[in-house]
């Protein structure tokens, strides 16, 4: 009886990850917005598992580059030596909880094991990487952001 109500909630699930993953893209279309490939590729996609991790690897690993150089271009505007140790500091924190946060999420979505879970932690790490390079960029001109570390 279980697998009867799962295996229609896992269709609603993953047709609608398909469709909001199209649908999210932002209106100030940043670089940190949701690329044009990476929403043709969800839509191409047609729901099929494989296909949409393989474009939200494609997009994290897209993003993961733009972290990189924000990061590094961040570090270069910060001119104390503190403020630049706490970035690092705030950067390291904020892998660990990222990580943590999104494995629990895809845990406790009632897909445990499944490959929905999958998509879902997949989903969590594009969606925090994203939001993650928008705060960086807010860092030199707000060096306050780093008080609290």
């Known amino acids: 009886m279980k697998h009867r109500i799962l295996l229609p909630s896992l269709a609603i699930l993953l047709s609608n990850l398909a469709s909001a993953s199209v649908s999210i893209a932002r209106a100030d279309n940043g670089p940190t917005a949701e690329s044009s490939v990476f929403s043709q590729c969800m839509k191409a996609s047609d729901g099929i598992t494989s296909e949409m991790r393989a474009c939200l690897h494609a997009e994290y690993n897209r993003l993961d580059r733009e972290l990189n150089a924000t990061y590094r271009s961040v570090m270069k ?33 009632g897909f445990r094991g499944g490959t929905a879970a999958d998509i879902i932690q997949d989903d969590c790490l594009v969606t925090s990487v994203r939001k993650r390079i928008e705060w960086l960029r807010k860092v030199p001109a707000n060096p306050g952001y780093l008080t609290k570390v």
């Open 77 to 109: 505007q910060l001119r104390s030596k503190e403020l630049r140790s706490r970035l690092v500091n705030s950067q390291r924190a904020w892998i660990w909880r990222r990580d943590y946060d999104c494995q629990l999420k895809a845990e406790n979505s």
